[in-house]
């Protein structure tokens, strides 16, 4: 039974296992992604029910680019039929899109539908489906420290200001809570380059499952397991999540 008093407020999932799923049933690795995405839709539902607040899926890293430009290809078109056919959908469901990464090197046609549905629900208050796209955390924080250099050297940021707190003003995640709950399917143990600076104190989940196979009550699982642990960061004591 999962307690909704204690729900963790981020949950971050990193999608992993589609080339596998389809290798293993001697299918194409696009099959994998169109399964992925099927499931993308099934976990966005599962987590708006449920209450969370915060959604982020690592859905194209900077390292996807070395993948077989057939392959690319395909994932970027399914992720514009995705965006077409749920657009509609997100508003309904009072769902907010935001995207995290580099998304200047998609084409133009993905990128200015990605900005399109970003701008038609950011009047939502509901669920917020982070998208990571070519998305890659080292870039990420390099970024931070440019950004923040730049602003010292014009002098409108003192060297002191300059804490946790306002190193995460120049993240991609500006305005959202750290994630409390990392899930990674198809049994692959590391974060891969994901959230490096957001994730210090998540709770990491690893599931043996390939994403495609990945459904509800194995999200629901994942909440449970969180819901068993002790959150101390770095204290002696447990904290309660507040929501």
């Known amino acids: 039974m999962i307690d909704k008093e204690i729900l963790p407020k981020h949950v971050a999932i990193i999608m992993d296992g589609n080339g596998r799923w389809a290798k293993k049933r001697n299918l194409p690795r696009t099959a994998g992604h169109r399964q992925g995405i099927?499931?993308?839709?099934k976990i966005v539902e599962a987590a708006a029910k449920l209450g969370i607040k915060v959604l982020s899926l690592y859905a194209f890293s900077t390292e996807n680019w070395n993948r077989p430009k057939t392959e690319i290809n395909m994932l970027m078109g399914a992720l514009a039929n995705f965006l077409k056919h749920q657009a509609n959908k997100l508003t309904k469901n009072n769902i907010k899109l935001l995207l995290m990464g580099d998304i200047d090197k998609f084409p133009v046609s993905l990128k200015n539908?990605?900005?399109d549905v970003q701008d038609k629900t950011k009047g939502n208050t509901g669920l917020i489906v982070n998208l990571a796209l070519n998305y890659g955390s080292?870039?990420?924080i390099l970024k931070a420290v440019k950004n923040i250099a730049e602003e010292a050297k014009m002098g409108n940021l003192g060297i002191d200001e300059i804490d946790e707190n306002k190193f995460s003003q120049f993240l991609y995640t500006k305005g959202l809570p750290?994630?409390?709950l990392l899930i990674r399917t198809s049994g692959e143990i590391r974060i891969s380059n994901f959230m490096l600076?957001?994730?210090s104190y998540a709770e990491l989940y690893f599931c043996k499952k390939f994403w495609p196979d990945f459904t509800e009550d194995d999200f629901k699982n994942a909440i449970k397991?969180?819901?068993k642990r002790e959150r101390r960061f770095g204290r002696?004591?447990?904290i309660t999540p507040l929501n």
């Open 38 to 41: 099927k499931t993308v839709e």
């Open 236 to 238: 002696t004591y447990a």
């Open 197 to 199: 600076w957001q994730l």
């Open 178 to 180: 750290d994630p409390d």
């Open 113 to 115: 539908l990605l900005m």
């Open 225 to 227: 397991e969180y819901q």
């Open 138 to 140: 080292r870039f990420e």
